[in-house]
């Protein structure tokens, strides 16, 4: 062996690969090649001070912070139980609700038209002054 000063040997017991690029844990501090590196990979026993995974309700779709100890799947039962703000009416609430007020049109449009001139609400059909026989002023603004 040339330089022998070069490099780490892997901590995991295993291994003891010689690594010219050894890479540090961060929470236990020992040094591991490419393949040890991982918390699983050479069991670490301090992965609890980094490993750290906030779970988030799968209703209302917001973090539920857990404390050190708790079994996460009890703490966001206890959130679905108490605290959360899901509401199954919001999932059925209409998205077209913008009426065309021309008379005999039913169409409903997601977004509010209002024409200009008269200020009401149409739908996409009914949308241009001359297409609603429209009142608002005795000039029409364009000839669709």
């Known amino acids: 062996m040339e330089l022998p000063w070069l490099g780490e040997h892997c901590s995991q017991r295993t291994c003891k690969q010689l690594d010219f690029l050894p890479l ?11 393949d040890h590196i991982r918390y699983d990979d050479h069991k670490c026993s301090s992965a609890y001070k980094k490993n750290v995974q906030v779970p988030v309700c799968p209703l209302c779709n917001t ?23 899901y509401n199954p009416a919001q999932q059925k609430q209409k998205i077209f609700t913008n009426k065309c007020t021309k008379p005999g049109c039913r169409r409903k449009e997601m977004m509010k038209m209002v024409c200009e001139q008269c200020g009401s609400s149409f739908c996409i059909k009914h949308r241009h002054p001359l297409d609603h026989d429209c009142r608002g002023s005795s000039q029409p603004i364009s000839k669709a």
């Open 63 to 85: 973090p539920v912070p857990v404390q050190k100890g708790e079994i996460p799947d009890l703490v966001v039962g206890a959130h679905m139980d108490k605290d959360c703000k």
């Open 24 to 34: 540090k844990c961060d929470a236990c501090g020992e040094v591991f090649c490419k």
